[in-house]
Nanobody
Framework: VQLQASGGGLVQAGGSLRLSCAASGRAFSLYHMGWFRQAPGEEREFVARISARGSTTYYANSVKGRFTISRDNAKNTVYLQMNSLKPEDTAVYYC????????????????WGQGTLVTVSS
């Protein structure tokens, strides 16, 4: 599976962005998907995840109520809608696949996209 993340950019605080992650291969609908992020000088952290069929989602407390994860299995794409962005949301955002578990544990994700940079100015 190859993942291509896009949609990052520079936005002012309070603004919105939508990230996309396009996946190659036919097994996309079998994978749980997650978004993670890594801020400068920080470790990578979990942001949101969605089950293979899109029936369940889960968010980090820091983004709950502001971010929405969704997927379109017909398009092999997962999205992250980010609203009310804050400067502390500045990070490189990564999408990843979890083949076995609907999980927030980074080690359970096996394929990773290249990341897309989100910069939120104050």
């Amino acid at each position: 599976v190859q993942l291509q993340a896009s949609g990052g950019g520079l936005v002012q605080a309070g603004g919105s962005l939508r990230l996309s992650c396009a996946a190659s291969g036919r097994a996309f609908s079998l994978y749980h998907m997650g978004w993670f992020r890594q801020a400068p000088g920080e470790e990578r952290e979990f942001v949101a995840r969605i089950s293979a069929r899109g029936s369940t989602t889960y968010y980090a407390n820091s983004v709950k109520g502001r971010f929405t994860i969704s997927r379109d299995n017909a398009k092999n794409t997962v999205y992250l809608q980010m609203n009310s962005l804050k400067p502390e949301d500045t990070a490189v955002y990564y999408c990843a696949t979890a083949p076995l578990f609907d999980t927030i544990v980074e080690d359970d994700y096996n394929y990773w996209g290249q990341g897309t940079l989100v910069t939120v100015s104050s």
